[in-house]
């Protein structure tokens, strides 16, 4: 730490009689060299003596200035680079470690990272992404501890309506509405569509496979319902989405397939983390 720069001054203080009374008041400030992992302090003089030093609250903008590179950061080596009371604001671009940021379906992880530091045990991390016509602004929060470590991020649920992404099937089928899948703000994963198909299926058959971010914690069964025979009276087979995302056929030899019908089905599910 730097020798303490001393400053003393008047604070004028209103008396309830409307009369003025000037204290003067005496504080030194001790600024380091930056990066440092002690922030700007002060401490105040008065009849007691000088008090302890107590850190001022700061903002950093950039990785650089605490020390770390883009590509190379690490959400540990953040938290501790940054100064108990201080705060680091930065954009994230494609030269970031786009692995620590939240996956928010895109090829990049373009945005705002905010990072709030109170102690070693307090320490906060806020992502936003950069909102253009493909993606609207949504928000992630995560914390990180020396003793917890990484808690990691959770996205933050709002009211706005997902967005639907249309996806293809494998060749024995037929796209007849859809299939849509998308993943609300609680991390819910949702997929709808009609599908038809010519032939006999086999067991264990691929139907579609949903992409990293879209797919299950656990092996997750659903219901495929088709009409069949002349009355149209319903009937049903069991799938399961396991969690590689692929959707597969439980069984074989489905008369509701042969005959071409249309069959329908309709899940939700918890979303996978990335990379878990």
């Known amino acids: 730490m730097h020798t303490p720069y001393t400053f003393a001054y008047h604070l004028y203080v209103l008396r309830a009689d409307n009369d003025t009374v000037s204290v003067k008041r005496t504080v030194q400030i001790a600024i380091p060299t930056a990066p440092s992992n002690i922030s700007i302090q002060y401490r105040k003089h008065n009849s007691h003596g000088w008090s302890e030093w107590i850190p001022f609250a700061i903002q950093y903008t950039s990785l650089e200035q605490i020390g770390l590179s883009a590509g190379t950061e690490t959400i540990e080596a953040i938290a501790s680079a940054l100064p108990d009371r201080s705060t680091l604001e930065y954009e994230v671009y494609e030269s970031n470690n786009r692995e620590i940021y939240p996956d928010y379906g895109g090829k990049t992880r373009i945005g705002i990272c905010r990072v709030v530091k109170l102690s070693d045990s307090r320490i906060s991390f806020e992502f936003t992404i950069k909102a253009d016509n493909h993606y609207t602004p949504k928000r992630w929060l995560g914390f990180y501890s020396k ?126 983390q990335q990379g878990s």
């Open 147 to 272: 003793d917890a470590k990484w808690i990691g991020w959770q996205r933050l649920a709002t009211a706005e309506e997902p967005e639907w992404y249309e996806i293809e099937v494998t060749s024995n089928y037929t796209k007849q509405n859809g299939p849509y899948y998308c993943k609300d703000g609680s991390g819910t994963v949702w997929l709808t569509g009609v599908l038809s198909r010519q032939g006999t299926p086999e067991k264990g058959e691929v139907i579609l496979t949903l992409p990293e971010g879209f797919r299950p914690t656990q092996l997750h069964p659903l219901v495929l319902t088709a009409a069949i025979g002349d009355d149209g009276a319903p009937w049903s087979t069991y799938a399961y989405i396991n969690t590689q995302g692929k959707l597969l056929l439980h069984t074989g030899a489905i008369p509701a397939f042969e005959k071409g019908n249309n069959f329908i089905f309709s899940t939700s599910f918890p979303a996978k």
